[in-house]
């Protein structure tokens, strides 16, 4: 049978609260951190592939030839060097630049060539009338 | 009994605070004991479970003891307890009540005051007490009387002494 004094000491002895532990530290979390690593990683590393892919492909489109606009300084150095050419040989070199850089002006350069060097076939003098007189 | 992360806090919660207490009146040190109590919830944490225990509380004060218990092992002494460090919250803030119930329980001889400890504050039944200390739930309740009856002796002599 519990004595009563005792139980008087023992609910005395309760009254003091014994003093609380410091938190767990950060190690105390392995699980948690580890998650949260894995996600930081991941994260990391998809940053950096999309960075990557990025970056290639800027510089894969810079080194496609593109299409010489009405305005680029290309165009124009070829055409003014054809048409101070007219009548004369026509560079090959310039030509090829031409044709490779911009189409349309290559074509407008060619149909202008073809009226002017060629016989004419329309006229009284054409070589096509002298042909067939003969 | 499988423990996620917030039933680890919830005990640690719950019984930090005694577990910390016994630690101190086992190993004498605050910090060891503060050591030892983190390293069993480390441990716990890290298992994720606590294996076999059909006693999650008494196996919780039963491994604070047992990593003390190795950790002297490799010290080879046993150190004094600290004066020093306040061992309760005193109620009413009464830090000198406080001064004269730890001067009481380190006048007791370590046995007697594991037991009162567990059985007082850590709110263990004299069986579990008998669990965690590996003795039988009689010498844990005999043991428990004689602590409580130098611990009454101590507490009056000190109050004579300064009255």
């Known amino acids: 049978m519990a004595n009563p004094d005792d139980e008087q000491l023992k609910s005395y002895l309760k009254s003091f609260h014994p003093v609380v532990p410091e938190p767990l530290r950060t190690r105390a979390y392995p699980a948690k951190a580890g998650r949260l690593f894995a996600l930081a990683t991941t994260a990391a590393v998809s940053l950096a592939a999309i960075g990557l892919v990025v970056v290639l492909l800027s510089r894969s489109w810079q080194h496609v030839p593109r299409p010489a606009t009405k305005s680029s300084p290309s165009r124009e150095i070829a055409v003014q060097s054809l048409n101070s050419a007219r009548g004369s040989q026509i560079s090959t070199t310039l030509l090829t630049k031409l044709a490779l850089d911009d189409h349309e002006a290559f074509d407008e350069l060619m149909t202008e060539k073809v009226r002017t060097q060629f016989p004419l076939m329309k006229d009284e003098q054409s070589a096509l009338r002298v042909l067939a007189k003969e | ?163």
């Open chain 2, 1 to 163: 009994m499988d423990c996620s992360f917030p039933q680890i806090e919830d005990l640690y919660y719950q019984y930090g605070g005694s577990l910390l207490l016994f630690a101190v009146s086992v190993c004498g040190e605050s910090s060891r004991a503060q050591d030892a109590v983190h390293q069993v919830f480390l441990k716990l944490m890290e298992a994720g479970s606590i294996q076999n225990a059909l006693d999650p509380k008494a196996y919780l004060f039963a491994s604070v003891r047992n990593v003390l218990l190795n950790e002297r092992k490799f010290r080879k002494r046993n150190v004094p307890l600290e004066p020093d460090r306040m061992w309760f919250v005193p109620p009413n803030r009464d830090y000198a009540a406080e001064l004269h119930l730890r001067g009481a329980l380190q006048s007791l001889p370590d046995d007697q005051r594991q037991v009162l400890v567990l059985h007082v504050w850590g709110e263990l039944t004299f069986s579990q007490v008998a669990e965690v200390l590996k003795i039988s739930a009689n010498t844990a309740a005999s043991r428990y009387r004689y602590a409580l009856t130098k611990l009454r002796d101590a507490m009056l002599v000190k109050e004579n002494s300064d009255g």
